[in-house]
Structures are given as structure tokens and as C-alpha cells.
């Protein structure tokens, strides 16, 4: 989910995740995602023909009172260096 919030449109495709997280598996990273859509907490949502994919309001929800949203402008700073 950090690698959600961390791209600039929030909408990162799974490329995008896999560069930022090279030691896990494409598969890996897919069942990963999989599972929180399962769960409600991210949607695949298509944007110039490619799946992308972001936070349901459910995941936003999930993540307020983790901090991770009071990080987000230092996220997106690494984000754009990675």
C-alpha cells in the first residue's frame, strides 16, 4: 500500500511496483495484490490500457491513524528518485 501512495498519481501498474520492490517476484506482488482487493482495500482500475492499481475508500480508511499518510510528500520524493 506505501507504493500506492508513494506514485505520483496513486495509481501505480505492477511494473511500477516490481521496480520498487525488486526482490519479490512479480507472482508474489500480484497474489499480494490480489488478496487486498480481495479484502477491499485496493481496486484495478485501467488507465491508458494497462492495470494500474489504487486505494478503495475501505483502504484509506484502513490506513488513517498509521501514519503513512502524514509521510506521503517524503514517499513521493523517493518514489521519483527510485
Same mark, same amino acid.
Given at each position: 500500500?506505501? $507504493? /500506492?501512495?508513494?506514485?505520483? =498519481? &496513486?495509481?501505480?501498474? @505492477?511494473?511500477?511496483?516490481?521496480?520498487?520492490?525488486?526482490?519479490? $517476484? /512479480?507472482?508474489?506482488?500480484? =497474489? &499480494?495484490?490480489?488478496? @487486498?482487493?480481495?479484502?477491499?482495500?485496493?481496486?484495478?482500475?485501467?488507465?491508458?490500457?494497462?492495470?494500474?492499481?489504487?486505494?478503495?475508500?475501505?483502504?484509506?480508511?484502513?490506513?488513517?491513524?498509521?501514519?503513512?499518510?502524514?509521510?506521503?510528500?517524503?514517499?513521493?520524493?523517493?518514489?521519483?528518485?527510485?
Amino acid at each position: 500500500m506505501q $507504493d /500506492i501512495i508513494a506514485h505520483p =498519481e &496513486e495509481q501505480p501498474s @505492477l511494473d511500477n511496483i516490481k521496480r520498487l520492490n525488486p526482490s519479490l $517476484d /512479480i507472482k508474489r506482488i500480484h =497474489e &499480494e495484490l490480489h488478496d @487486498l482487493a480481495g479484502n477491499g482495500v485496493v481496486e484495478r482500475v485501467d488507465a491508458e490500457g494497462e492495470p494500474r492499481y489504487r486505494l478503495t475508500e475501505n483502504g484509506c480508511d484502513e490506513l488513517h491513524g498509521t501514519g503513512l499518510f502524514n509521510a506521503q510528500a517524503t514517499l513521493k520524493y523517493y518514489y521519483q528518485k527510485a
